[in-house]
């Protein structure tokens, strides 16, 4: 019975804060905000120019760094005998690393 009634009241919060959150939210109307793409560009003119391909790099970049990093910390906590897979994920990060630079993907102009 006791769990029947935290589940009823749990329901009726929910609910409560559901129509409270629906109730009290701003409603913006506006062109942009009911534009099928919205995400800080304007969806109205030419789409070569609003994106550079330089800063979608660098993201992908900064992200396989990341998770690097992680594979470096498991590396890390592990005994010797991963040393060989070690060395073989240095090699493959300085081999891209040195595709990056080779192919001028390093370079920050726009």
């Given amino acids: 019975?006791?769990?029947i009634m935290v589940l009823l009241f749990t329901l009726v919060l929910l609910l409560a804060f559901y129509v409270i959150n629906f109730v009290l939210s701003?409603?913006?109307m506006g062109k942009n905000k009911i534009s099928a793409f919205?995400?800080?560009f304007v969806s109205v003119g030419?789409?070569?120019n609003s994106f550079s391909?330089?800063?979608f790099i660098m993201m992908l970049m900064f992200v396989i760094f990341d998770l690097e990093i992680v594979m470096f910390?498991?590396?890390?906590?592990?005994?010797?005998?991963?040393?060989a897979s070690f060395l073989l994920m240095i090699f493959f990060i300085l081999g891209g690393f040195y595709m990056e630079w080779w192919y001028?993907?390093?370079v920050w102009v726009i």
Avoid: A, N, P, R
């Fill in 26 to 28: 701003i409603k913006d």
């Fill in 53 to 55: 391909i330089h800063f």
């Fill in 38 to 40: 919205e995400c800080g």
């Fill in 1 to 3: 019975l006791v769990l």
């Fill in 46 to 48: 030419k789409i070569q």
């Fill in 73 to 83: 910390l498991g590396i890390l906590v592990s005994d010797l005998s991963s040393y």
């Fill in 104 to 106: 001028g993907k390093l």
